[in-house]
């Protein structure tokens, strides 16, 4: 059946267009923009690449003659500020559009409803809201750094139905499906970084690639938990894929191996003075250097300090129809047992989709 020609119809075609573009914008959102005048698209637009141009400009640049009086649709609030581009609230007030309809707010401290003061003030019709939910999701990793500095972390993890992500033997070839795999390199895609633990790297040696189905996907940093700096100079990684390395350690570092990793190519961190990677300091120290989004892939210590230390934004469990056993078979959370359910960590808004035998949940975890 053909959808309703509305404000959601034209909104929904920039939400796809931004969408398309997550992974590829860094730090900065994703953003789509539709013009339509008279009943007709005239204009779309994408925001591509940080320092490139912002989606209302491409759109507008289509448009051109038919901007004027005509109806802008835009996933996020056009932007007041100055940054590495000017405000497109005073391109859409300068080409004399009549009624401009936004999904959701900037969460930018420097934006966060000026844009939308602007052109109301200036006369246009604003509406806000249409599909906001859809697009807030969509930048869910944006709003967690624009607001915080830090980055947005995911953590990602495949199980069997007995929460095993291996077998006693350190077997995990494989647990969840073809098509559960093919998703988990779209998950690389979107984000700007990849975390694993030193065990995951000794257990699987990974190159830590995005690999899709024919189309090449966006390559991200690669990151290693390291507290006694163990991470070999010989590993896939450093031959695999040209993504930077980065590798997490403490000051308690041997700065021979630290030599040896950096001569490798890698950039050592040193976080904390404690036997641990201090992970807050981390993801301060990642957040400076402009990583706004790291997807963890295990395995449990790692995802467990993680969700220890209340650093997590989001869960994706991947879960095969499979019981393997175990005692000293590995889980996904390796955390400090609870007396009492009322101390479960839990997950909120959750999402739960099947793909083939296979089954994802994915939530917002929330601490007691
Ligand atoms: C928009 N449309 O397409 C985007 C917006 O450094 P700049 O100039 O690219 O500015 C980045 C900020 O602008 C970013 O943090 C967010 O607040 C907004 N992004 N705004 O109107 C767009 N990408
Ligand atoms: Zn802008």
Redesign the pocket.
């Known amino acids: 059946m053909d959808p309703v020609v509305n404000d959601e119809f034209y909104m929904s075609l920039a939400l796809d267009m931004a969408q398309r573009a997550l992974g590829q914008?860094g730090i900065?959102?994703v953003?789509g923009?539709v013009i339509v005048k008279n009943g007709a698209l005239v204009g779309l637009g994408t925001?591509l690449q940080?320092?490139g141009g912002?989606?209302?400009v491409h759109a507008v640049t289509m448009a051109g003659s038919n901007a004027e009086g005509s109806t802008v649709y835009?996933t996020?609030?056009?932007?007041s500020?100055y940054?590495?581009?000017p405000p497109?609230c005073e391109l859409l007030i300068g080409a004399n559009v009549k009624r401009v309809v936004v999904a959701c707010e900037?969460p930018?401290p420097?934006?966060a409803g000026k844009?939308i003061e602007r052109l109301r003030q200036s006369g246009i019709d604003v509406e806000v809201g249409v599909l906001r939910d859809r697009a807030v999701r969509q930048n869910e990793m944006?709003a967690k750094y624009?607001t915080t500095g830090q980055p947005f972390v995911t953590i990602k993890t495949a199980s069997t139905l007995d929460g095993k992500i291996a077998s006693e033997t350190g077997d995990s070839k494989w647990i969840s499906n073809a098509e559960a795999r093919l998703q988990v390199h779209a998950l690389r895609h979107r984000h700007q970084a990849i975390m694993v633990g030193i065990g995951t790297v000794e257990a699987d040696d990974p190159s830590l690639t995005t690999r899709h189905d024919r189309v090449d996907g966006l390559q991200p940093i690669r990151i290693i938990v390291d507290s006694k700096l163990r991470l070999s100079p010989e590993a896939k990684m450093f031959r695999e894929g040209n993504a930077q390395v980065i590798v997490l350690t403490t000051e308690q570092a041997d700065p021979a191996r630290t030599k040896l990793l950096c001569d490798a190519g890698a950039t050592v961190l040193s976080l904390g003075s404690g036997p641990r990677v201090d992970m807050k300091a981390a993801m301060t120290e990642l957040g400076r250097m402009e990583i706004g989004s790291i997807l963890v892939e295990g395995g449990g210590t790692l995802n467990g300090s993680l969700l220890q230390a209340r650093l997590v934004d989001r869960i994706i469990l991947y879960i095969a129809p499979k019981l393997i056993g175990g005692k000293n078979a590995p889980g996904s959370f390796s955390l400090e047992g609870i007396r009492h359910m009322s101390e479960a960590i839990t997950l909120g808004s959750v999402m739960i989709e099947q793909i083939g035998d296979n089954v994802s949940i994915s939530g917002i975890p929330v601490w007691p």
């Open positions: 914008t900065n959102p953003v923009c925001h940080r320092g912002h989606a209302e835009v996020l609030e056009p932007c500020h940054g590495k581009t497109c900037d930018n420097q934006v844009g944006f624009i």
